[in-house]
């Protein structure tokens, strides 16, 4: 496998930022290198080596990627984080280690929400062509869109919705396609349907919030004092600061409780559903997925509600159907704060701090936004 480590080559690239160290020895089933036929072509992403805190995150330079059959490359515009982010950076829970590496991760680039155009396709790729703006989960084919370029299958992404800034769009992918599938987990929501998002302020719940209404739902946010106003504006009817009430003792009930944050028991979210309500966990507390997906079938029965525990699948029909309602303005991608590529590290920290409003984002240099 080659390996360089060069001072001060980048200088014969100029279009490149400077880095002090080229080094193209990348662990197996990582970011692509071009074959040695092709021609060298530099551009940076953000690497690891080891599962840790964000500080074994480093700018490196790689070699641009070769799109294989049915793959596009994609100048990625901005990259959004996600807590599965921070799961395979950490190397956390363990058990995923089975599939991200066990002493070290398999895949050196994280990143699965990106935004960007394809600059080039591989072999028998019919939906898209240089030049076209996409976006899409990189999650079930990878990752690597903290970097500027990265290849991936046709069929993960879909067109940018036209009226987003590629900023906007790299918000999308994971986070509404979680609570588009969480939302109907149990089933369509029918107008009128009273529905609880419980953690509306993060990137999953403002999405939440937003779908739900646009379903024709009547809309209670559970978030703290500083999102309450933030809830309100992205269309929750009711809005519950959960420093200060619980819900889970108010009386009321909930047709469809949508669980994205915070830490209740499987009985403590029963005592909120209406008879034959229906209670999906999508994130949160471990242990109160665990149960929902574990023992889900059979509190359901025994209940005569229905408990699930959903894990996203990327779905380019469901992205489809989010983008209509970005490009209607039905529904408005929540931006907290923007980082440049070299500064994912602080990005991943302030994620990590689990006060995020909606979502952060990797915004690149080069981008035309
Ligand atoms: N099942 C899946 O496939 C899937 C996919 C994507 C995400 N997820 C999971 O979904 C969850 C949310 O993801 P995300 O991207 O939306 O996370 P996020 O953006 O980091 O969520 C941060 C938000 O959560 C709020 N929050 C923190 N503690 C809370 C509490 N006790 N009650 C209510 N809100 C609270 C924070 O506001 P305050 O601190 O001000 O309350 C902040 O606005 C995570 O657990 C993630 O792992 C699951």
Redesign the pocket.
């Known amino acids: 496998m080659a390996s360089i480590r060069t001072a001060g080559l980048t200088k014969n690239f100029g279009d490149l930022r400077a880095v002090n160290e080229i080094d193209l020895d990348l662990p197996e089933g990582g970011v692509r290198v071009a074959g040695h036929n092709e021609e060298l072509s530099l551009v940076q992403a953000m690497t690891y080596r080891a599962y840790g805190a964000p500080d074994v995150l480093q700018l490196t330079t790689v070699t641009r990627p070769v799109p294989e059959s049915g793959e596009v490359l994609v100048q990625v515009h901005a990259a959004s984080l ?3 982010d921070l ?1 395979l950076l950490r190397g956390e829970p363990w058990v995923a280690r089975l599939s991200s590496g066990l002493r070290r991760p398999k895949r050196p680039t994280l990143g699965a929400d990106i935004a960007g155009r394809v600059v080039a396709v591989g072999g028998g790729v019919t939906q898209f062509q240089p030049g076209d703006a996409v976006y899409g989960d990189l999650a079930a084919c990878g990752f690597g869109g903290f970097a500027e370029y990265v290849c991936v299958h046709e069929k993960a992404l879909a067109p940018k919705p036209a009226s987003l800034s590629f900023t906007q769009a790299a918000t999308v992918p ?2 509404a396609v ?1 609570a588009l599938q969480g939302l109907r987990a149990a089933g369509p929501v029918a107008a009128g349907a009273l529905v609880l998002v ?8 403002t999405f939440a919030v937003q779908l739900a209404k646009a379903m024709g739902a009547h809309v209670t946010a ?3 004092a ?2 309450v106003e933030q809830a309100r504006t992205l269309g929750a009817e009711h809005v519950i600061d ?1 420093t200060q009430e619980d819900f889970t003792r108010d009386g009321r009930r909930y047709d469809l409780i949508l669980v ?4 209740r028991s499987l009985a403590e979210y029963r005592r909120a559903l209406s008879p034959r309500g229906r209670l999906v966990v ?3 507390d471990v242990g109160t ?1 665990m149960q929902a997906t574990l023992l889900g079938p059979v509190v359901s029965l025994a209940h005569s509600i229905t408990v699930r525990g ?3 699948h990327p779905s380019r029909d469901d992205l489809l159907f989010v983008g209509q309602l970005l490009d209607s303005g039905v529904v408005v991608p929540v931006i907290d704060r923007c980082y440049p590529l070299g500064e994912l590290p602080e990005a991943m920290r302030y ?1 990590g701090s ?6 952060v984002v990797i915004t690149m240099e080069q981008a035309g936004q």
Do not use: E, F, P, W
């Not at 419980?198 to 719940?205: E, L, R």
């Not at 689990?354 to 979502?359: P, Q």
């Open positions: 996600n807590q599965a799961y994971m986070a979680t419980h953690g509306a302020s993060g990137g999953v719940g559970v978030c703290s500083r999102h959960y994205v944050n915070g830490r999508v994130g949160g997925i959903l894990i996203v994620l689990g006060h995020a409003r909606g979502k």
